[in-house]
């Protein structure tokens, strides 16, 4: 009986198989390239290049556009400075954000937009390419502020407009850093040896709240984390119905609330998680003119700050020192106490809101050690505490 099933050919199987196996491989060439090359740089900027970076989708408080600005270094480092601009976590506050470029003289709470902020507040200070900074070859990513939520809000914000109009406060701090970060990530290909996490005001509660977001999501394997937090003393007992109330940050910044001081609450909790992985540093004014007067309105309602008061912000700072060190034993400090805060004699004893992203941060303010050459030696593994003496 004749056979009518057909021979397989030896060569089509031979050129079947190479196809099968030339198909794996491309598979497995595609899926490493994009495992390993995620973070590949998008462009050739020089190292030393301040450039701009806008995300799509992200607003300020008001409404309008949101960029920042980002600089290569040519040492492996990273530096992130999530910058300040006031509070706003009520109706009253929402009305009346910042009118001009300066809180002493305009009767605002928050920065809405990036005027006076990006670009004019990068390139200074801890920012600065001066010779005499050491930290002007590292990679620096401004986190700007315009959302009056201290980088976490995520919601958007009704109140009634000083001329009696509906409005609308856009507070979507946490999703501006996301975005923010996610544009930077895309100029970094590899994790830093050193990454120094700071920011001063509002944005130093930035530093403290999101350090380890930034550890979890961008930087897994930093070789050492520094977080400084800059001139960030306000002290509120009900900061968790703000987070969720009038924030709606994410929960997980939330559950970390523990007093009425947030910024004891999330070192310590770094602390508690990290331990010495971490270096923490906190600097600032004992006699801080604009923290003086935000604390006014906290406790009096009254936004105001003058020689008489200035005491009380002292006091809090004075109790905030003391639950660091005993909450963090390995804090380091630096106090100063001067530098004034306006030439009005009922503010006199007021003293300069934030150093970082000053040029006085390269003043011999303290022990005749400027600010930068404090945390440039605390970066390295020399943590020290200056200026303790000035809160008596």
């Given at each position: 009986?004749?056979?009518n099933?057909?021979?397989?050919?030896?060569?089509?199987?031979l050129l079947?198989a190479?196809l099968?196996i030339?198909?794996?491989?491309?598979?497995?060439?595609?899926?490493y390239?994009?495992?390993?090359h995620t973070?590949?740089?998008?462009?050739?900027h020089?190292?030393?290049?301040?450039?701009?970076?806008a995300?799509?989708?992200i607003?300020?408080?008001?409404?309008?556009?949101?960029?920042?600005?980002?600089?290569?270094?040519?040492?492996?480092?990273?530096l992130?400075?999530?910058?300040g601009?006031?509070?706003?976590?009520?109706d009253?506050?929402?009305a009346r954000?910042?009118l001009?470029?300066?809180?002493d003289?305009?009767p605002?709470f928050y920065?809405a937009?990036?005027?006076g902020?990006?670009?004019?507040?990068?390139?200074?200070?801890i920012?600065?390419?001066a010779?005499?900074?050491?930290?002007r070859?590292?990679?620096?990513?401004?986190?700007?502020y315009t959302?009056?939520?201290?980088?976490?809000?995520?919601?958007d914000?009704?109140?009634?407009?000083?001329?009696?109009?509906d409005?609308?406060?856009?507070?979507?701090?946490y999703?501006n850093?996301?975005?923010?970060?996610?544009?930077?990530m895309?100029?970094i290909s590899d994790?830093?040896?050193e990454l120094?996490v700071?920011g001063y005001?509002?944005?130093?509660?930035g530093?403290?709240m999101?350090t380890?977001?930034?550890?979890?999501n961008?930087?897994p394997?930093?070789?050492?984390?520094?977080?400084c937090v800059?001139s960030?003393?306000l002290i509120?007992?009900?900061w968790?119905?703000?987070f969720r109330?009038v924030?709606?940050?994410p929960e997980?910044?939330t559950?970390k609330?523990?007093?009425?001081?947030?910024?004891v609450?999330?070192l310590?909790?770094?602390?508690d998680?990290?331990g010495?992985d971490?270096?923490?540093?906190?600097?600032?004014s004992v006699?801080?003119?604009?923290?003086?007067?935000?604390?006014?309105?906290f406790d009096?309602?009254?936004?105001?700050?003058?020689n008489?008061?200035?005491g009380?912000?002292?006091?809090y700072?004075?109790e905030?020192?003391?639950l660091l060190r005993?909450?963090?034993?390995?804090?380091?400090i630096y106090?100063?106490?001067?530098?004034?805060f306006s030439?009005r004699?009922?503010?006199f004893?007021?003293?300069q809101h934030t150093i970082?992203e000053t040029?006085t941060v390269?003043?011999?303010?303290?022990?005749?050690?400027?600010v930068?050459?404090?945390?440039?030696?605390?970066?390295?593994?020399?943590?020290?505490?200056?200026?303790?003496?000035?809160l008596r």
């Open positions: 009986m004749e056979n099933k057909k021979k397989l050919d030896p060569l089509a199987i079947g190479l099968v030339l198909a794996l491989m491309a598979a497995l060439v595609f899926r390239y994009n495992i390993t973070h590949t740089p998008v462009s050739t020089e190292p030393g290049e301040w450039f701009d970076l995300p799509e989708g607003v300020s408080g008001d409404g309008s556009s949101v960029t920042t600005r980002m600089r290569l270094g040519t040492e492996n480092k990273v992130i400075l999530f910058h601009g006031g509070i706003s976590y009520n009253y506050t929402a954000p910042y001009g470029l300066t809180m003289v305009e605002g920065s937009n990036t005027d902020q990006i670009p004019d507040w990068c390139g200074i200070g920012e600065d390419d010779v005499l900074n050491p930290f070859n590292w990679t620096v990513i401004n986190i700007p959302t009056g939520d201290f980088h976490i809000g995520d919601t914000y009704g109140y009634t407009a000083l001329d009696g109009s409005a609308v406060l856009h507070q979507h701090g999703e850093y996301r975005a923010f970060m996610d544009a930077a895309q100029y994790q830093p040896e120094l700071t005001s509002a944005g130093g509660y530093a403290a999101l380890e977001d930034l550890m979890v961008y930087f394997d930093a070789g050492h984390v520094t977080v800059d960030s003393v509120l007992s009900n968790t119905e703000i109330d924030w709606n940050a997980q910044f559950e609330i523990r007093s009425a001081n947030l910024i609450d999330f310590a909790d770094l602390y998680t990290y010495d971490i270096t923490y540093l906190y600097v600032g006699r801080d003119g604009a923290l003086a007067r935000y604390q006014t309105y009096t309602g009254v936004y105001a700050a003058s008489r008061n200035v009380i912000y002292t006091a700072l004075r905030m020192i003391r005993e909450n963090v034993p390995t804090v380091g106090l100063f106490d001067s530098l004034p030439i004699p009922n503010q004893w007021l003293t970082l040029r390269f003043w011999r303010l303290t022990d005749r050690t400027p930068i050459v404090w945390l440039d030696r605390a970066v390295s593994g020399n943590v020290t505490t200056l200026g303790l003496d000035l």
